[in-house]
C-alpha cells in the first residue's frame, strides 16, 4: 500500500502532539514534518512532494485560509480549528474535510479515510480495456487533440499548464495534478512541482536538470529518487 504523505501545520503543541499520535496509528499515513506556522510550510512544499496537510486555520504571521489561497495546486487538505464558521470557506477551497477541536481518533479516521478513497480513484484504470494514445485538451473554446507521443513535458502556469509537443504548445486551464492523472504512468514522469516530462523525449539528465529538445528543466528535491528509477 501507497503511503498519503503528510505534513501537519499548528502552532499549539498539544494540537500537533495529538495530530502525530492519531497520525502513527494510520498504516497508509507517512509524518514528514510538522511547521509552527504556514510561512515554514511554504518554503518546505516548495522543494518537497505532499500528498495532505492537516492545516490550522488561527496560524501566527499568515492565516491558514489566506495561506491556501496562495497554493497554486495544493495537495489534499484537512482543516483543524476549534472555529466552526469557517467551514463553508474551506469547503469553497476546496478541502477535503474540517475537524473541529477537539475530535477524537474515529473522527479523524473518517477524514483520511476520504483522502486515501480519492487517492483509489485517482489511480483506477479504466473499465475499458481500450488503449489511448491522445487526450483532448481544451484550448480557447475549443477541444484539441493532443497525442501522447508528440508531448515534450508539461508546466504548471499558475492556474494553467501549458503543454509542449514537437509541433506546438497548447495552454489550457487545468492543474497539474489534473493533467497527471490522464498521463500514463510508464510514458510520464512529474520530476517537479511544476514540472512533468516525456520519458522517451529526456535526452540526458544529472542529480539537478532534465535535458528534452535542448531544454533544461529543474528536478524538485522531492522529486529526485523518481528520476533516478527510470
Do not use: W
Not at 66 to 85: G, N, R
Not at 104 to 115: D, G, M, P, Y
Not at 159 to 166: G, L, P, R
Amino acid at each position: 500500500m501507497s503511503k498519503v504523505k503528510c505534513i501537519i501545520i499548528e502552532d499549539e503543541p498539544l494540537a500537533v502532539k495529538i495530530l502525530s499520535e492519531y497520525i502513527s496509528q494510520v498504516p497508509f499515513l507517512e509524518l514528514q514534518g510538522t511547521f509552527k506556522d504556514a510561512i515554514l510550510a511554504t518554503d518546505y512544499l516548495r522543494d518537497n512532494r505532499i500528498d495532505l496537510m492537516f492545516l490550522d486555520i488561527h496560524l501566527p504571521k499568515l492565516k491558514g485560509m489566506a495561506f491556501l489561497k496562495t497554493i497554486t495546486h495544493p495537495p489534499a487538505v484537512i482543516i483543524t480549528t476549534a472555529y466552526h464558521q469557517y467551514a463553508v470557506e474551506g469547503y469553497d477551497l476546496n478541502v477535503t474535510d474540517y475537524l473541529l477541536k477537539p475530535f477524537e481518533f474515529e473522527r479523524f479516521l473518517i477524514a483520511v479515510n476520504k483522502v486515501k478513497t480519492a487517492e483509489r480513484e485517482i489511480q483506477r484504470p479504466p473499465e475499458n480495456h481500450e488503449t489511448k494514445d491522445y487526450l483532448f485538451l481544451s484550448v480557447q473554446k475549443k477541444k484539441v487533440k493532443v497525442l501522447f507521443s508528440e508531448i515534450t513535458y508539461v508546466e504548471s502556469q499558475r492556474e494553467y499548464i501549458k503543454i509542449v509537443t514537437t509541433k506546438n504548445a497548447y495552454v489550457s486551464k487545468m492543474s497539474t495534478h489534473e493533467i497527471e492523472t490522464l498521463l500514463p504512468t510508464n510514458l510520464f514522469k512529474r520530476i517537479h512541482r511544476s514540472f512533468i516530462v516525456s520519458i522517451n523525449k529526456i535526452d540526458s539528465y544529472t542529480a539537478e536538470f532534465v535535458e528534452v529538445n535542448d531544454v533544461s528543466i529543474p528536478i524538485g528535491r522531492g522529486y529526485r529518487d523518481s528520476i533516478e528509477n527510470l
